[in-house]
């Protein structure tokens, strides 16, 4: 029997000898104020650094040098060890520690949701980070959603100076209405709070 010529691959495939470049486009932060929960600070969020997923193809060394050379200094990475295989970056909380970047794994199966014990222990870190003035980012697995109203940050990369607002067409319908996830942030802050002091 003849052998095929051709092997079919899955769309999760995204092998080195796929003759595709990387991307050369800077990584995207955008920069999240803090103040609905009393905060001065501004958290940054982004994509999976070194991400090869599909007709994404990102540099995983440019992109932590990028990181670096923001000054970010502690990261908080949500995906799996096994996520971080089928987006082709398994060492990439190895290449934050060469790079001097503090790392806080707290592993969360997508479409999954950490516990009131792991959210409070995420927060209390988030907390220390931010009191002492860190640069600090948070990424997941693909590109991060945008919290509704807030600013992005695409060339500088630099915090902005105050909590800048910008409305989009879909965000006038919800002005009156939806602050959903800031609440939420807000209610989890409250009760890591509450359980933290105790009765």
């Not at 932590?64 to 295989?85: A, N």
């Not at 060339?155 to 209405?177: C, L, M, N, V, Y």
């Amino acid at each position: 029997m003849k052998p095929p010529s051709s092997m079919q691959t899955s769309e999760f495939d995204s092998s080195d000898e796929e003759p595709i470049e990387d991307e050369q486009t800077p990584i995207q932060i955008s920069w999240l104020p803090l103040s609905r929960v009393n905060c001065s600070q501004f958290l940054g969020l982004c994509a999976l650094p070194g991400c090869k997923f599909k007709d994404v193809r990102r540099n995983i060394q440019k992109d932590t040098e990028e990181l670096k050379s923001y000054g970010i200094q502690d990261i908080f990475v949500f995906c799996t060890r096994g996520e971080l295989s089928k987006y082709r970056v398994p060492n990439l909380l190895d290449l934050y520690h060469q790079y001097g970047i503090i790392t806080h794994h707290h592993p969360i199966p997508d479409g999954g949701t950490p516990d009131i014990t792991s959210c409070c222990e995420i927060m209390e870190e988030l907390e220390i980070c931010l009191k002492n003035n860190r640069k600090t980012l948070i990424h997941s697995c693909l590109s991060p959603p945008i919290p509704v109203g807030h600013s992005i940050t695409t060339a500088s990369h630099r915090q902005p100076e105050g909590p800048e607002r910008i409305w989009s067409d879909t965000d006038h319908k919800s002005k009156k209405g939806d602050c959903s996830h800031e609440a939420a942030v807000s209610d989890e802050l409250s009760q890591c709070n509450t359980s933290s002091k105790g009765p």
